[in-house]
């Protein structure tokens, strides 16, 4: 399953021994960190790169923020976006905290099968009062771990994909001269040195923490991106679902969906698809509202929105005719693994 929080972190904090630590160092080693991943597939082109620069004294005062840049072939090379907001952090003078971050797509495996997730792992660099780097890498799918999250064994798939994040964590350690201080254990799984604790010896933290914690963290997410509203469609049900499948450019965003037995309906975001899922998702959420408002039923719903106009930001139906999923449930576990 893909989650839109961690389901892992590490750290490791960099004490060069003289001299301050300049922005470039903290992006050259994003960068370098990033090959690491990138050699086991774990970080594929086109990953997007954050940069900002916050006072140490109050962090809500930016004095550089640069965000969602395309990690080029040569990211620093002169004159590019990545390398103009690089440069103009370093002619800041005084106490700051620089943050370096990159989205890195990447493949997760199953025997026969690769998958791509939009945001796989994240690396983020920061630089305290220009002395101490920490690099922090975290994941954000289950593909390591011997038993999902939704506490389903999986040894096909932890088989494919443990030894390639095990592999990448020796190399970015071996890069950075230091092992990994492995995260706090969470709602999904317990890090380690080397990956994550097997959860079939002491059992999860929580029985489908997926399902119990991502699903609603998912529907906060999406909601965050519209105006709260009591004109809303039931958003759960216990009946089976109709649904069309939104795409934007050839991809899959998520799934528009209505109940067939009572009056819920709304949409459920593809998680691999990434942020993208959420923007297109708020939208679709809008057209439901829309419906609601002018009386109509939620299956009503679901045809008229799939009638509108199609906008090549919002995205389009890909069916002529909804599918069927026989609970929301089922339909959530296809937009959370896929």
């Not at 994941?139 to 932890?158: H, I, K, N």
């Not at 029985?207 to 004109?231: C, K, M, N, Q, Y």
Request: aromatic share 8%.
């Amino acid at each position: 399953m893909i989650t839109s929080v961690p389901i892992g972190d590490w750290t490791w904090e960099v004490t060069p021994g003289t001299g301050e630590i300049r922005t470039v160092r903290a992006a050259e080693t994003a960068l370098a960190v990033w090959s690491v991943l990138a050699g086991h597939e774990l970080a594929t082109p086109v990953g997007k790169v954050s940069v900002s620069v916050r006072s140490l004294n109050d962090t809500r005062d930016v004095r550089v923020r640069a965000d969602g840049l395309e990690l080029e072939p040569e990211p620093l090379a002169p004159g590019t976006p990545l390398s103009r907001a690089v440069t103009e952090a370093d002619s800041l003078e005084g106490d700051f905290v620089v943050g370096i971050r990159i989205e890195c797509p990447g493949y997760w495996l199953e025997p026969g099968a690769k998958h791509r997730a939009e945001k796989l792992f994240v690396i983020q660099v920061d630089i305290w009062k220009s002395s101490l780097l920490v690099v922090t890498l975290e994941t954000y799918a289950d593909a390591w771990l011997t038993t999902d999250t939704r506490d389903r064994e999986q040894p096909g798939v932890y088989a494919e994909n443990a030894p390639r994040l095990t592999a990448a964590l020796g190399g970015i350690s071996s890069l950075l001269g230091m092992a990994p201080t492995a995260g706090d254990p969470n709602r999904h799984a317990t890090p380690t040195e080397t990956g994550f604790e097997d959860p079939r010896i002491e059992g999860p933290a929580y029985d489908d923490s997926w399902g119990t914690f991502e699903v609603p963290a998912r529907s906060r997410l999406l909601r965050s991106r519209i105006p709260a509203s009591e004109d809303e469609y039931q958003e759960i049900t216990d009946h089976p679902v109709r649904y069309f499948t939104v795409q934007r450019a050839g991809q899959t965003m998520g799934y528009v969906w209505a109940s067939v037995g009572d009056e819920a309906a709304g949409y459920e975001p593809r998680t691999a698809a990434g942020v993208g899922a959420f923007e297109v998702g708020a939208e679709w959420l809008l057209r439901l509202r829309a419906a609601r408002g002018q009386g109509l039923s939620a299956l009503e719903a679901l045809t008229w929105v799939a009638q509108r106009p199609p906008h090549p930001e919002t995205g389009l139906v890909l069916e002529d005719i909804p599918q069927v999923a026989p609970s929301l449930d089922a339909l959530e576990e296809l937009s959370g693994r896929y």
